[in-house]
């Protein structure tokens, strides 16, 4: 076989190849592993606001919502990156709790954690974590809801705060004061 043969052979299998990926991805079994995390920029002023930082987990095949919410809130556990702490970014969600399930079901989300997601923080700061949850786990269709569950159990009240709120679907409305100033950093 002469080099121009083996040449266009190549160029032939690289642009089937190609196609083959692309058709992947337009039929969704293959999709970006891009998620948005909501973090605070800490300015020193008590109102602080969010932060968009995007994370990646390279490629998702066939993994569904409720997969990919589990994910980008267990990246919102994780916390800021050492890069990400010294420009600022902080959480308000313990770095301890653990997402156990997630489900969506019609336009409800609900997110079990385990009991570490309630602990520490003033009224403030848990309020802060809710909106953190409630925009990280709402970024592939902003106008769903977020239910808490804690180890499996619907909650009327969350933290040792009493924060009542979240006995019914939590939406990114109910934190729009967080939104101040919203940008995406990365």
Do not use: H
Not at 42 to 58: D, H, I, K, L, M
């Amino acid at each position: 076989m002469t080099f121009q043969k083996k040449v266009v052979l190549g160029l032939l299998v690289l642009w089937v190849v190609l196609l083959v990926v692309f058709g992947l991805i337009r039929s969704g079994i293959i999709s970006s592993g891009k998620v948005i995390v909501y973090f605070f920029k800490n300015t020193g002023v008590s109102a602080q606001p969010f932060v968009e930082v995007q994370r990646n987990a390279g490629t998702f095949f066939k993994m569904d919502i409720s997969e990919k919410i589990k994910f980008a809130l267990n990246q919102l556990i994780a916390g800021p990156t050492p890069e990400e702490s010294a420009q600022g970014f902080i959480s308000c969600v313990p770095a301890d709790a653990k997402v156990l399930n997630v489900r969506k079901q019609n336009d409800i989300i609900y997110v079990d954690f385990s009991q570490e997601i309630e602990y520490g923080g003033g009224i403030a700061e848990i309020k802060g974590r809710l909106a953190q949850i409630v925009f990280t786990a709402t970024q592939f269709d902003p106008e769903d809801g977020v239910r808490i569950l804690i180890e499996g159990k619907e909650i009327k009240s969350f933290s040792g705060e009493g924060i009542t709120d979240v006995e019914k679907p939590m939406y990114r409305n109910d934190f729009s004061d967080f939104l101040q100033g919203a940008k995406n950093e990365r």
